[in-house]
């Protein structure tokens, strides 16, 4: 069975930076590609960028350009989200999910981290 | 930026059939993907691909694409149906959008 499952929740301070992950299994996990999910509290989904851990592509939502890196190492199936520093704002769940490629559905999901900043 | 529209919210009776609609200028061109989330959980794929339903999901859920609106269509609706439903699709730069979901009600 596909899974995807992801480091636990965070808890931190604004300016600090963080790095969360995403583990495939039961796939070739550089054949698929690995996207990002921002759910902010009580809000819907919001797209933030997606990697193929083949060739490390990258392609981020214009909104969420420069605010995070997307990141991947095919040798341990492992896909990571990342900030440098974070704002209150950043306070979400986000959730890594599968895609057969970049205009195709996200068929498996991993089951969020929650990541809260405050002072 | 582009955008899906979806209404806010949709309430039906058990065994009545639930119809969300999601609007994008975008749509004749690019697939609608459906998206069910429970509270406390993480959106599974319901349709894909406007109209194909993935293996494992209920007869029930049925997609449909017309022009600049795509349809989620639940037939005969269960209280384990209640959940918010997003529609995904890509803009015209291929960045994926998705709309502001919809909260189905099950009364």
């Known amino acids: 069975e596909v899974q995807l499952v992801q480091s636990g929740a965070e808890m931190t301070k604004p300016g600090e930076s963080l790095k969360i992950s995403c583990k495939g299994s039961?796939?070739?996990?550089?054949?698929?590609?690995i996207g990002w999910v921002r759910q902010m509290p009580g809000k819907g989904l919001e797209w933030m960028g997606i990697i193929y851990p083949g060739d490390s592509d990258t392609r981020y939502s214009p909104s969420f350009q420069g605010q995070v890196t997307i990141s991947a190492d095919k040798s341990i199936n492992t896909a990571y989200l990342q900030w440098s520093s974070l704002k209150a704002s950043d306070t979400a769940m986000y959730y890594c999910?599968?895609?057969?490629?970049?205009?195709?559905?996200?068929?498996?999901w991993g089951q969020g981290t929650l990541v809260t900043v405050a002072s | 930026s582009y955008e899906l529209t979806q209404p806010p919210s949709v309430s039906v009776s058990p065994g009545q059939t639930a119809r969300i609609t999601c609007s994008g200028d975008a749509l004749p061109k690019q697939y609608a993907y459906w998206y069910q989330q429970k509270p406390g959980q993480a959106p599974v794929l319901v349709i894909y691909k406007d109209t194909k339903r993935p293996s494992g999901i209920p007869e029930r859920f049925s997609g449909s694409s017309s022009g600049t609106t795509v349809t989620l269509t639940i037939s005969g609706v269960q209280a384990e149906d209640e959940a918010d439903y997003y529609c995904q699709s890509t803009d015209s730069s291929g960045t994926r959008v998705f709309g502001r979901g919809t909260k189905l009600t099950v009364l």
């Open positions: 999910a599968r895609s057969l490629g970049v205009d195709y559905e996200l068929d498996s």
């Open positions: 039961a796939y070739i996990f550089a054949n698929y590609w």
